[in-house]
């Protein structure tokens, strides 16, 4: 179950590795204050309205078009990049991805949906691509309507995908809010063929990336590998590959050496896709969180807070910054980030109920919602060890033992090892006080985990 952290070590994608500088926790460097600099220039954060009052919206899975039965991975990976765009669009309030995909091959009833999350507004698209082309069957809908504002049709040559997607989120503001000023970005240029190529297997990675099996995700971390090889500035086969390497074989756990070497690989990895792209916020996210598995909590909380507001409504950036600031000990903002993020992505990931909001929950003596939100991870996810983890320490301090112990007999039987210093070695990298330690083992012995 360990294997794989330790083969990274000598891996590299790019010929020579940026000569990152390992910050002071205190304060930035001129380096990182530059980076935080230009991102505020290329990013100005405009004047917007409190999220509940800005236009709801939701895209739906594009469906796939295409006569090859095996290319459904394009419309998803096509829907995938959207929702990235248009959550970072000003003014906008957009329902997080994995909401998104949880409708998924479900009829559209533009209405009931509009009534189920409160959604004004669906956007509905059928995607195909060829050899040379993509194409896109698109709808803008107004729920309390239901009716369509416009549809398009649009055939664009293949290397014209990523301009497709910077029109297509255009266009949908504008029809959303046409008075809203926005901010002018440049427009993609025309993909190489080796850009093209790099995409289609990131695309295809996308489709496995939240999977819980650790064989898949070695092999969801080759093909990304593969996809950087291919084209090593494309900035978002970084960031992809981060978050596989962050969420599965750091949580699977390591040696001490080895854990050394993948925290510093993570840096590197976040490090190159900030040195291709300054002002994704994607990756400055990956940046700090990275920071925080070298102790380095500080500064990695002042690259967030350069990245998100009071406004921001990209689900994925809130939870990265709750994880980010509840590894720095800063727990009712991580709460708060956290239940913001549930109201945009009210179906998440399982594991996002577990961690960062149950174990931040759990850590500020909220033993109550502990409970109540690792529970439902437990219920949605019954075979995932972080669910049983916090459910069983958060059902024991909760005063509940027997149960309790049932949860720690259940997350015994899910395959590893687990012990209280199994789980101790697991979750010391990232936490900035050793007290928060000390307080996780406790609550897993009262479990009856044993030491």
């Known amino acids: 179950m360990i294997i794989g952290a330790g083969t990274l070590a000598v891996w590299r994608p790019w010929a020579t590795p940026p000569a990152l500088i390992v910050p002071a926790d205190t304060e930035l460097t001129p380096a990182q204050q530059a980076a935080a600099a230009a991102g505020q220039i290329l990013s ?3 004047p917007r309205a409190p999220s509940s009052e800005r236009p709801l919206l939701m895209v739906l899975p594009f469906r796939d078009a295409s006569p090859q039965s095996d290319q459904g991975y394009v419309a998803e990976g096509l829907t995938d990049d959207l929702i990235t765009a248009l959550g970072r669009t000003t003014g906008l309030a957009l329902i997080g991805r994995h909401t998104s995909f949880a409708f998924q091959g479900r009829p559209v009833d533009a209405q009931a949906i509009g009534q189920e999350l409160g959604v004004r507004y669906l956007l509905e698209a059928s995607a195909e691509r060829s050899a040379d082309q993509i194409k896109l069957s698109v709808q803008l809908i107004d729920t309390n309507q239901g009716n369509a504002i416009w549809s398009d049709r649009i055939e664009r040559p293949l290397s014209e995908v990523l301009s497709v997607l910077d029109d297509l989120s255009d266009r949908v503001t504008a029809g959303i809010a046409p008075k809203l000023r926005r901010r002018e970005s440049p427009r993609a240029s025309p993909a190489t063929a080796e850009t093209l190529a790099a995409l289609d297997l990131i695309w295809q990675a996308r489709l496995r990336r939240s999977s819980t099996d650790f064989a898949e995700a070695i092999e969801v971390r080759r093909t990304l590998e593969r996809a950087i090889a291919i084209d090593p500035g494309l900035a978002r086969g970084y960031v992809a590959l981060h978050n596989v390497i962050n969420q599965t074989f750091v949580e699977r756990g390591a040696t001490a050496d080895q854990w050394l070497v993948t925290a510093q690989q993570l840096l590197d990895i ?3 896709a900030v040195s291709l792209a300054p002002s994704d916020p ?4 990956a940046y700090a969180d990275s920071l925080t598995l070298i102790s380095q909590h500080g500064t ?4 967030m807070e350069s990245v998100i507001s009071a406004t921001t409504t990209d689900a994925e950036l809130l939870r990265a910054a709750a994880t980010v600031m509840s590894r720095a000990g800063e727990f009712e903002r991580s709460i708060g ?3 913001r ?3 945009l992505d009210p179906i998440p990931q399982p594991g996002h109920l577990a961690s960062p909001l149950a174990s931040t929950l759990y850590l500020q003596n909220n033993y109550a919602e502990a409970v109540e939100y690792s529970g439902l991870c437990v219920k949605r996810a019954p075979t995932d060890a ?3 983890l916090w459910y069983a320490a958060s059902l024991a301090q909760a005063g509940k033992p027997d149960e309790a112990r049932q949860q720690a007999a259940a997350l015994q039987q899910l395959g590893a090892e687990r012990s209280v210093s199994d789980q101790a070695r697991l979750m010391a990298p990232g936490y900035r006080d050793p007290e928060h330690l000390r307080h996780i083992a406790e609550g897993l012995r009262k479990a009856g985990l044993p030491d």
Do not use: F
């Open 282 to 285: 994607s990756a400055r996210a």
């Open 386 to 388: 972080l669910c049983r």
């Open 337 to 339: 980030l956290m239940k």
């Open 44 to 46: 100005p954060r405009l």
């Open 300 to 303: 990695a909380v002042a690259q």
């Open 341 to 343: 993020a549930l109201r």
């Open 270 to 272: 976040a490090g190159k």
